[in-house]
């Protein structure tokens, strides 16, 4: 029998992972500059958390979950997105009373049962970003200027922001109706998911990307046109202070987002050379949602990033050198004294690997090519006798012989100096 990874999972080779510490790390130090800590959640959680915090009419609600009844009877999931854990932990260890700048961050893991292509994963990584407890548009603007700053941060210039007002609970109901009442109309004209969604979830009609719905779908009323005067004044700010940073965008009416929790603001990034899924990035407001959850009455707004699709994004670079050194003991009895000078090496800081099986000299250099190790120090019959190592220096091919306190003294130096 031969196991194989889950259908829409994927593991992340070591010869993968240094682009993904590349745009973590990335993350954590600009992140850090815009005042954001980092805030860690379980995977799963109640299902009627996202339930009630994503929306039950959802695709990702309805269709995607991974539920699984507990022990106890009770209903769990694997959390689809990060929002709805960090409000429920907002909420129950108080945190809009005791930060006084309420930014926090996450990443890892997601779950969501979609049909796997690719850029789609069942199992995918996310960075999310999200920040409590402002109502000013200029936050909007430093969210999403944020999200951007992060996109740079990681080399990723060829991409376009995509924004949209869906308005508030004071102005939609009255679009959707809108809304709904000209879909009606178009009934059989629309695709079979589209005319369910004329019931269920009007808004996502918006989303649909079959080719025969678009001419049709772009005679529908428009939520620009039907915005409340705070929501739009609220836009119209977010738009100047973007403007006034030199951010371009693209309004799109149709940008309705996946996820019910949105009001106000909602925003996306694509890339075109992502292919068929091209969001880097999506987020917007959610000013109901911590209230919805059982908490006050606070605002809020974040983004998350897919990290498959970024890091499929960020240029290859040369592979990482392995080891600042390599080991070679050749001599019978080079094996004690070189476990010796490893652990010294070590212990001073260096990157040190030692082939304990026996092979020939040329065999242990091509391992050294391999590893990209700086230098290696091979000790001999010749050298044992004489009580000094070879130590030579893989890109000049300059080699000199050195005694074992004399070498730990030099290699501390270039690898710190
Ligand atoms: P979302 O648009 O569902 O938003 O997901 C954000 C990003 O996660 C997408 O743009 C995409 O890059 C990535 N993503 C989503 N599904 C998959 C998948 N199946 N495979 C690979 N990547 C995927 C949210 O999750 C919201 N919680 C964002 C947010 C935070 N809004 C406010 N705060």
Redesign the pocket.
Known sequence: MKFQAIKGTHDILPDEVGAWHRVEVAARELFARYGYRELRTPVFEQTELFARGIGAETDIVSKEMYTFEDRDGGSLTLRP???AGIVRAVIEHNLMNTDPALRVYALGPMF?R?RPQK???RQ?H?V?V?AFGFKSPTIDAEVIELALAFLDACGVTERELVLNSVGDSSCRPAYVARLQQALRELGPALCGDCQRRVETNPLRVLDCKVPADQAAIDSLPRISDHLCAPCAEHFAEVRRQLELLGIPYRLSHRLV???DYYVRTTF?VTSSALGAQS??????R?DGLVKALGGPDLPGI?????L??LVSLVADSEPDSRCDVFLMPLAANALDPALRLQRRLRQAGLRVLLDPEERSFKSRMKQADKLGARFTAILGEDELTRGVWTLRDMARSEQRQLTEEKILDELKETTHG
């Open positions: 997105e990060a929002t969501r979609e850029g789609r994963y995918f996310q999310d999200e987002r996946g996820l996306e969001s880097i990035l999506g987020g917007g959610y974040g983004f998350a990033v897919g498959e699709r």
